[in-house]
């Protein structure tokens, strides 16, 4: 099981229904704790009135290293910057070109102040034209461990990173409305099934339809809803009066 099936749905409505700064904080350093991570960030630098040099940002960086980054001008030969606005792929940045000694000086002084030995930045783009966003995450595992488990926590990563955005989204530009009518029956089907406790290969067999087209139910229905994972969106479904 995914671990992204763990987290806590309260967490998570808490969030939708106090959308502040603080509690949009909290929610990032949730998600370091509940993966086992030593840092999270979510920095957005096309906000308006917000750029490179003065993004809106989440981080459980210490002030100290946030504070040196600043102001050795680190943000401007950043390859997790650079690649990261104009990369739709997830960085590991063990792949990040390290020829410059000014960025080999920023990942070792990074390492050095606890920043962690690896790293993993995920782009996020919209809903707007011209909005994007990093989400990254450190860890102080050894290369074993780090690979071990890189892929499940990437794929986990890309839908936390798109929710988050969509949260900062709304604490800035103000609530994106939900279009109830938009999610399917058999999407609600899904759901309902879900509600019951029922499994993807369950739910597949009584709805007599393959597992990987519950999936794809869900996760339409997942993103309508604008919902982390399937227990969230079953949430607001219910919450919402499309299931009962």
């Not at 070109?97 to 002084?109: A, D, I, Q, T, Y």
């Not at 409305?177 to 067999?205: C, F, H, P, Y």
């Not at 999936?215 to 969106?233: E, P, T």
């Amino acid at each position: 099981m995914s671990q992204l099936d763990g987290v806590d749905a309260r967490s998570l409505l808490r969030l939708e229904t106090d959308v502040s700064d603080q509690t949009f904080d909290g929610f990032i350093a949730d998600i370091r704790r509940r993966y086992g991570l030593s840092n999270s960030v979510y920095l957005c630098p096309s906000f308006r009135g917000r750029s490179l040099l003065d993004p809106f940002i989440a981080t459980s960086y210490s002030a100290e290293w946030t504070g040196h980054y600043r102001a050795r001008g680190y943000v401007s030969i950043d390859p997790v910057n650079m690649i990261g606005a104009r990369s739709l792929l997830p960085l590991d940045w063990a792949q990040l070109p390290r020829s410059s000694k000014k960025v080999r000086r920023l990942f070792g002084e990074a390492r050095d102040a606890g920043v962690g030995r690896q790293g993993m930045t995920i782009p996020v783009r919209g809903p707007k034209n011209g909005l994007w966003a990093l989400f990254t995450v450190t860890s102080d595992e050894a290369d074993p461990e780090w690979a071990a488990r890189r892929f499940e926590l990437m794929r986990d990563l890309i839908h936390v990173a798109n929710y988050v955005h969509q949260r900062a989204f709304e604490l800035h530009e103000g609530q994106a409305a939900l279009d109830l009518n938009a999610v399917t029956q058999r999407e609600i089907e899904a759901l309902e099934w879900a509600a019951e406790g029922k499994s993807i290969e369950d739910t597949a067999i009584l709805m007599r339809i393959s597992a990987t087209t519950v999936r794809a139910h869900v996760d339409s229905a997942r993103y309508k809803l604008q919902a982390l994972n399937r227990v969230h969106a079953v949430t607001k479904a219910l919450r919402a009066g499309l299931i009962h």
